[in-house]
């Protein structure tokens, strides 16, 4: 039988005078599992977070983490949950091995320095780990945060907006942290509004806008129901060589000056080089690709995303 670590239901959170946050959301999250909550900020995805981790109550609605209401008995299991926030800032003027053994005392558990070198070493920091945390890379703060969130051994890891901010090699590194926590067990709950990020951590995705949950699934399924399989792409035609191309009946939509032709069927892929290769397009080069969520999130929403912030 599948262990449910999380289930909401009917989660609604209203601020005064009338902000609805989180209006009616429900969804459950299976042990093992990267669960990710998708969207652009102000979309409800941390205020969500905050009410699971016991720090916010809900207006309405049910929240239960190992099968505890966290409104009235988060207390009971905070020894099983691991916690990163969105604005972590680490203790700028302790050394990453004397912070965790800082914060093994909190959690009133005993760390030989055996074991904080093995922690640090888990998350890429052995050769950092008597540098004052002030002068560690964003990245490294980060990596600080997750080794501080891990120090209780949690079944359950939250990791709000975890990459915000990073460069991409610092990115890179921690998604494989969390496909390496993740491995061992640990059920994580991730808040992103980066959409790659979601498509590879997350083995189950919940796209939130205006606090809502407009779309629930892997990102095969979302990608599969809501978007197509393969897109053809016209580089730089612009919104004459879309007139060009949907005046021959063909289905299209312009994306920053390139033209993107959706094929449902890969059978189909031959007939459609061939119409559009008759089309006069100056086209700077024409090649195919997978769609993704990003494509995925413009369907439904409507809109681009850039750095949690919705196009206009």
Do not use: C
Not at 121 to 146: M, Q, T
Not at 168 to 174: C, E, I, N, S
Not at 221 to 228: P, V
């Amino acid at each position: 039988m599948v262990e449910r670590v999380i289930e909401v239901e009917d989660l609604a959170k209203r601020y005064p005078p009338d902000t609805m946050a989180i209006d009616g959301i429900s969804f459950s999250i299976e042990r093992g599992r990267v669960f990710s909550l998708l969207g652009p900020n102000g979309a409800g995805k941390t205020t969500t977070v905050e009410i699971l981790e016991g720090l916010r109550t809900p207006t309405s609605g049910r929240t239960r983490v190992f099968d505890v209401d966290t409104s009235k008995d988060y207390a009971s299991i905070r020894g099983r949950v691991g916690i990163l926030p969105q604005n972590f800032e680490p203790f700028d003027n302790l050394k990453p091995v004397e912070a965790v053994e800082y914060w093994a005392k909190l959690f009133d558990k005993r760390k030989t320095r055996k074991d904080i070198n093995e922690m640090l070493d888990i998350v890429g920091l052995s050769e950092r780990k008597n540098l004052l945390a002030k002068k560690l890379s964003g990245g490294e703060k980060r990596k600080l945060g997750i080794a501080l969130s891990l120090i209780n051994d949690p079944e359950l890891l939250f990791l709000d907006e975890p990459t915000t901010g990073l460069d991409p090699k610092a990115r890179r590194d921690l998604w494989k942290l969390i496909e390496e926590i993740q491995g061992r067990g640990t059920t994580v709950l991730l808040t992103t509004h980066y959409l790659d990020e979601a498509e590879k951590l997350s083995d189950d995705v919940a796209i939130m806008h205006r606090g809502n949950i407009i779309a629930r699934g892997s990102p095969s399924e979302l990608i599969s129901r809501f978007g197509k399989t393969t897109v053809v792409v016209l580089e730089g035609v612009g919104t004459d060589g879309l007139t060009e191309v949907t005046r021959r009946g063909i289905e299209a939509t312009e994306v920053d000056g390139d033209v993107m032709v959706p094929v449902a069927n890969p059978s189909e892929m031959r007939t459609i080089f061939a119409k559009l290769s008759s089309i006069e397009l100056p086209v700077k080069d024409m090649y195919t690709r997978r769609q993704t969520l990003e494509d995925v999130f413009l369907s439904l929403v409507g809109t681009k995303m850039d750095e949690g912030v919705l196009e206009e």
